[in-house]
C-alpha cells in the first residue's frame, strides 16, 4: 500500500523529496532555528544531513515504510516546506514542517488534510495519529483541523533534541476509522 506520488489540493502540489531539494530543505526549514525548535530530530548543521535525510527517504519510499513529500505551492512550484506519512502495519503517523515565510496561510492543514483524507480512504489503514511538542500550539490545530483528536499525554516519551538534553513530553493525536486496528507502538517521526 502506498499513497499516490502526486497528490494535488487547492493550493498545493505535493510530489516525492528528490536529490535536488537538500539544499532548500536545509536552508528553508531543516538547518533553521525556528523551524526546528519544536522538532524531534536535531537541526541539520549542514546541507550534507539534508542530503542523508533526502536518501533515507527515497530508500523509504521505495521500501514502502514511510512517503516524504515536498509541499510546493502550486501557482509557482516554490518549495515550502515537507510533509511525511509513515505506515506501520495499518497505522499511519503524519509529521510536517514548513520554512517560516509560509507559516499562518493554512498551508500546513491543507496538505495534513490531503494525507489524511487518503488514508481515511484505504481499507487498510485504521488509524492515523501525529505527535506534538505541548507548547506547539500551531501544530496542535494543524493536527485537529485536519480531525484528529487528543488521545492524550505521553511524558519522557519524545526526544526534543533543541529545547532539553534528556526525554521530554508529547500529545499524541490519532483518528480511527473503519480499518484495521492494531496494538500502537508509539514511534514518532525523524527528519534524520
Ligand atoms: C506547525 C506548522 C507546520 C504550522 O503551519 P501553518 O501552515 O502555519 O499552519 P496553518 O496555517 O494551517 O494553521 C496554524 C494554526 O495555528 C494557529 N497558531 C499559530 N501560531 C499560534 C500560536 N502561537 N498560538 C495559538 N495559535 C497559533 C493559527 O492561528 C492556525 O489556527 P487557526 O486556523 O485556528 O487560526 C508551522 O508553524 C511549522 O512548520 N512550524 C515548525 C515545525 C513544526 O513545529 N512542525 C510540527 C512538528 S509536530
Not at 541539520?44 to 536518501?55: I, Y
Amino acid at each position: 500500500m502506498q499513497p499516490p506520488r502526486i497528490v494535488e489540493t487547492l493550493r498545493l502540489t505535493l510530489r516525492p523529496v528528490a536529490l535536488g531539494d537538500a539544499r532548500e530543505i536545509y536552508r528553508g526549514w531543516a538547518g533553521r532555528a525556528k523551524a526546528t525548535r519544536m522538532m524531534n530530530f536535531p537541526r541539520h548543521l549542514n546541507q550534507t544531513a539534508s542530503q542523508a535525510w533526502v536518501e533515507r527517504c527515497l530508500r523509504n519510499w521505495q521500501e514502502a515504510t514511510a512517503f516524504a513529500y515536498m509541499i510546493l505551492l502550486r501557482d509557482t512550484g516554490e518549495r515550502m516546506g515537507s510533509i511525511e506519512i509513515a505506515l506501520q502495519g495499518s497505522a499511519a503517523e503524519i509529521g510536517y514542517i514548513l520554512a517560516e515565510q509560509f507559516w499562518g496561510r493554512g498551508y500546513a492543514t491543507e496538505a495534513t488534510r490531503a494525507l489524511v483524507d487518503w488514508a481515511e480512504a484505504q481499507r487498510d489503514i485504521g488509524r492515523i495519529s501525529a505527535t506534538c511538542h505541548p507548547d506547539n500550539i500551531a501544530s496542535s490545530r494543524v493536527i485537529e483541523k485536519a480531525g484528529l483528536h487528543l488521545e492524550g499525554r505521553l511524558e519522557d516519551a519524545t526526544s526534543w533534541p533543541q529545547l532539553q538534553r534528556s526525554n521530554g513530553p508529547c500529545l499524541v493525536y490519532s483518528r480511527s476509522f473503519g480499518g484495521p486496528r492494531q496494538p500502537i507502538e508509539h514511534a514518532p517521526l525523524r527528519l534524520q
